[in-house]
């Protein structure tokens, strides 16, 4: 991986390279770098990863094995822009997979508790419509969502 530009680090406690070989497979253009080691110098057993390099979606980031001390919350997050129904659909079905949780507006719980929202492309046009009766039932649709629904959106956008 290059040394400059920006890097995302997530901090996990003992499940980064777990973590990265997931989001991996979850997301195109993606692929595992270095793994960096703990030596006997530590800070966790000498031999056990401590840092993996990946992408997933053409984004560099780093999983660190750091510990408990930090946890994932909301306030952090990662959208995600689908293409079409199939894309916000294939997203949602893994990242909710094996213990995520779904949350409202398209939100959701990843299971390492990594925050996303799945988002189609379009939404935030039919969001910021310049007539604001068209933008507020676009609104209105979108927050009785957990999953986002295109045809849907598109049909309260619309007045239907």
Same mark, same amino acid.
């Given at each position: #991986?290059?040394?400059?530009? %920006? ?7 003992? &499940?980064?390279? $777990?973590?990265? =070989?997931?989001? *991996?497979? *979850? %997301?195109?253009?993606?692929? /595992?770098? @270095? /793994?960096? @080691? ?15 390099? %990946? &992408? ?5 980031? *780093? ?10 919350? $909301?306030? !952090?997050?990662?959208? *995600? %822009?689908?293409?079409?129904?199939? $894309?916000?659909? =294939?997203?949602?079905?893994?990242? &909710?997979?094996?213990?995520? $949780? ?16 799945? !988002? ?16 507020? @039932?676009?609104? @209105?649709? #979108? ?13 309260? =956008?619309?007045?239907?």
């Amino acid at each position: #991986m290059a040394t400059e530009g %920006f890097t995302t680090c997530l901090w996990f406690d003992g &499940t980064a390279e $777990e973590a990265a =070989h997931y989001y *991996v497979s *979850v %997301f195109k253009d993606s692929g /595992i770098g @270095r /793994i960096g @080691r703990c030596t006997e110098a530590g800070p966790g057993p000498a031999g056990s990863v401590l840092a993996v390099d %990946f &992408t997933a979606n053409g984004q560099r980031f *780093v999983a660190l094995n750091g510990g408990p001390q930090f946890t994932f919350n $909301e306030s !952090v997050s990662f959208q *995600v %822009f689908c293409a079409g129904q199939e $894309e916000v659909d =294939h997203y949602w079905a893994r990242l &909710t997979e094996d213990g995520g $949780e779904p949350g409202p507006c398209g939100w959701l719980k990843d299971k390492y508790g990594l925050s996303w929202q799945v !988002v189609p492309d379009g939404l935030l046009d039919l969001m910021s419509d310049p007539d604001p009766e068209k933008a507020a @039932r676009t609104a @209105r649709a #979108m927050y009785a969502m957990g999953k986002l629904d295109i045809a849907a959106l598109k049909k309260a =956008h619309a007045g239907g």
